[in-house]
Nanobody, 120 residues
Framework: QVQLVESGGALVQPGGSLRLSCEAS????????MGWYRQAPGLEREMVAV???????IYADSVRGRFTISGDNAKTTLYLQMTSLKPEDTAVYYC??????????????WGQGTQVTVSP
């Protein structure tokens, strides 16, 4: 099993900053990509940022220039640095990792989410 645990969500004021962390554990022989997704009440889950094994990242238009996705060298921790936060960033943020176990069977793992609320 691959387990993901998000942390760092909080209540922050508009214009503030926050860093989310995702700790990964388990059998991760190889990783295809890692990403952050979010879901606001009444809306569909959307991609926020995804980074591949080579370190290349893509961002949603709504967060590009404000958010930065990164991981440590061991690829056991995924981060999302958020700056210039807006009320529309309010959502539950989920971590996702896709890869293969040592058996070469693929996995697609999700965390339970962490709440980010941006409000004055």
């Amino acid at each position: 099993q691959v387990q993901l645990v998000e942390s760092g969500g909080a209540l922050v004021q508009p214009g503030g900053s926050l860093r989310l962390s995702c700790e990964a554990s388990g059998d991760m022989f190889s990783i295809n990509n890692m990403g952050w997704y979010r879901q606001a009440p009444g809306l569909e889950r959307e991609m926020v940022a995804v980074i591949n094994s080579g370190g290349s990242a893509i961002y949603a238009d709504s967060v590009r220039g404000r958010f930065t996705i990164s991981g440590d060298n061991a690829k056991t921790t995924l981060y999302l640095q958020m700056t210039s936060l807006k009320p529309e960033d309010t959502a539950v943020y989920y971590c996702n990792i896709k890869g293969r176990h040592r058996s070469l069977i693929g996995f697609d793992s999700w965390g339970q989410g962490t709440q980010v609320t941006v409000s004055p």
